[in-house]
T-cell receptor, first 111, second 112 residues
Framework: GQNIDQPTEMTATEGAIVQINCTYQTSGFNGLFWYQQHAGEAPTFLSYNVLDGLEEKGRFSSFLSRSKGYSYLLLKELQMKDSASYLCAVWALEYGNKLVFGAGTILRVKS | DVKVTQSSRYLVKRTGEKVFLECVQDMDHENMFWYRQDPGLGLRLIYFSYDVKMKEKGDIPEGYSVSREKKERFSLILESASTNQTSMYLC???????????FGPGTRLTVT
């Protein structure tokens, strides 16, 4: 199926760490993407995970567990500019060359 | 720098009008996609194309059609615009080997 679930909204404080979770159910999993989307702008690529484990890229890290159908995006040292929507997207054999997106998580960073 | 462009950022049309949304990419990508994005619903796939003159329906194709006459250009057509087609429309492209999608800036369409 195309069940991709993310929390709708999260709020965190500047300088803190926040974890945004994504769960999915699919067959023939090929990989999972995270995108960032600021209000009124296009989504931009953050990370891609195909193997289990943690991928670190500066302040952002992404984790994948294929057996659990679970991923998270970890944002450290939060800045106000990190306020955005974060989209989880799954690539799977059953989808062909398409990605299926979750509804997105709106992250609000407060000072 | 890779680029996906869309013909308009904002568009206002009347009910019943025929609407064309254009998308151009300069990355020589085979795959191109049209999504609409609505609050709480995320990105929903309308149509996609794997090659010139090829098109496939996505999850919500009703009321839309597409055209891909050249590899770099993918057009979305609303044959007779309706108020429930008021939305943000996003175009994306990808190569078949990486699947990472590059998005255009979006067109916010209002149908009155």
């Amino acid at each position: 199926g195309q069940n991709i679930d993310q929390p709708t909204e999260m709020t965190a404080t500047e300088g803190a760490i926040v974890q945004i979770n994504c769960t999915y159910q699919t067959s023939g999993f090929n990989g999972l993407f995270w995108y960032q989307q600021h209000a009124g702008e296009a989504p931009t690529f953050l990370s891609y995970n195909v193997l289990d484990g943690l991928e670190e890229k500066g302040r952002f890290s992404s984790f994948l567990s294929r057996s659990k159908g679970y991923s998270y995006l970890l944002l450290k040292e939060l800045q106000m500019k990190d306020s955005a929507s974060y989209l989880c997207a799954v690539w799977a054999l059953e989808y062909g060359n398409k990605l299926v997106f979750g509804a997105g998580t709106i992250l609000r960073v407060k000072s | 720098d890779v680029k996906v462009t869309q013909s308009s950022r904002y568009l206002v049309k009347r009910t019943g009008e025929k609407v064309f949304l254009e998308c151009v990419q300069d990355m020589d990508h085979e795959n191109m996609f049209w999504y609409r994005q609505d609050p709480g619903l995320g990105l929903r796939l309308i149509y996609f194309s794997y090659d010139v003159k090829m098109k496939e329906k996505g999850d919500i194709p009703e009321g839309y059609s597409v055209s891909r006459e050249k590899k770099e250009r993918f057009s979305l057509i609303l044959e007779s615009a309706s108020t429930n087609q008021t939305s943000m429309y996003l175009c994306a492209s990808s190569s078949p080997t990486t699947t990472e999608q590059y998005f255009g800036p979006g067109t916010r369409l209002t149908v009155t």
